[in-house]
């Protein structure tokens, strides 16, 4: 999709109270055990802004700092030196290819770089789900992803410092982020070792309506996808998934059907609504791994998970 200016840049809200504009990344390095769930949203019309940096090793939290109410951030990724949150630095290096993210405190120190492995794309544009569907109404006009190589280090408060180099997604939102549109809704994000991505999000609204954000990665570009499956299995809290069972036929008439088992979970409170954000273990059906995110999301008072 052709946009008229580059979603990194200052996009001037319109008139929906909860106008947002947002970066997201993370990644997970198999090797080091390592990863991170980072994000920043910027809320115009609100005045707010909120962050996460959240980093795991071994299933155990390493650092977090979550910030859901600072105040109103001017400026963009793409503009200038970038984003300055909560003592990140996120700055855009080329152009929707690669972003460079510092951190430098006392207890943590952060310095690295997400590389585009395929180019990031609208996945609403790319779901052709029309101006109605619920998440292009009310979650995002534009929603780019991208996978990428994540490279650099991480050094500890003991001073060990840790080189990374595994793999992750990254996005950009513009427009409205109104999480009360949504019952719930699930994701998986998976990148496999034989280049296979997948962009899978299911969402039910409020009025009981399916919404998706949809595309499958390979052959080096991103294509359309006709059908998901989605079974989540969580444990007994009906929050924390505890394993998936999915599979998705993307436009060629691929089916790609993949397990996963939970790495980490972290759980965002949004008021009203709740992320609880997990790095999962994918396995496609021939034995093939991956890594990458599954995402819930649910309402308060409670509302149901999909599986209930």
């Known amino acids: 999709m ?27 390095d198999p090797a080091q055990r390592i990863g991170c769930f980072i994000r920043v949203g910027i809320l115009e019309n609100l005045g707010e802004t909120n962050s996460w940096f959240v980093f795991f090793r071994d299933g155990k939290p390493l650092f977090n700092r979550t910030n859901m109410n600072l105040p109103y951030t001017a400026t963009r990724l793409g503009q200038g030196d970038g984003l300055e949150v909560a003592g990140m630095r996120l700055r855009s290096v ?66 060990e410092t840790i080189a990374i180099d595994g793999k ?51 052959g080096g570009k991103w294509i359309g996808v006709t059908a ?8 007994a809290d009906g929050m924390t ?10 436009a060629d008439g691929d089916v790609h059907a993949f397990t996963a088992r939970r790495l980490y979970c972290w759980t965002f409170p949004l008021d009203t609504f709740a992320l609880t954000e997990h790095m999962m273990e994918y396995t496609l059906a021939d034995g093939t791994k991956g890594y990458g995110l599954g995402e819930c999301g649910f309402r308060f008072p409670w509302a149901g998970n999909g599986e209930d």
């Not at 946009?3 to 929906?16: F, G, I, L, R, T």
């Not at 998901?228 to 444990?235: C, G, L, Q």
């Open 2 to 28: 052709t946009v008229e200016k580059s979603p990194e840049d200052y996009w001037q809200a319109n008139d929906h109270p909860r106008w947002n504009q947002s970066v997201y990344f993370n990644f997970y």
């Open 94 to 159: 080329e152009p929707l290819s690669k972003a460079h993210i510092t951190f430098d405190e006392r207890d943590f120190k952060v310095d690295l770089t997400w590389d585009a492995i395929l180019p990031m794309q609208d996945a609403i544009h790319l779901s052709d789900a029309g101006a109605e569907d619920a998440f292009a109404k009310e979650i995002a006009h534009i929603h780019m992803e991208g996978t990428c190589r994540v490279t650099g280090t991480i050094t500890l408060a003991d001073g």
């Open 168 to 218: 992750g997604f990254r996005d950009i939102a513009v427009g409205p982020r109104n999480w009360d549109f949504l019952r719930h809704y699930r994701l998986a994000w998976p990148i496999f070792d034989n280049g296979l991505s997948i962009v899978s999000t299911h969402g039910i609204s409020t009025n009981g309506d399916d919404a998706y954000i949809k595309m499958v990665g390979k």
């Open 228 to 235: 998901i499956e989605d079974r989540n299995i969580y444990e």
């Open 241 to 250: 998934l505890k394993g998936m069972d999915w599979r998705v036929t993307d």
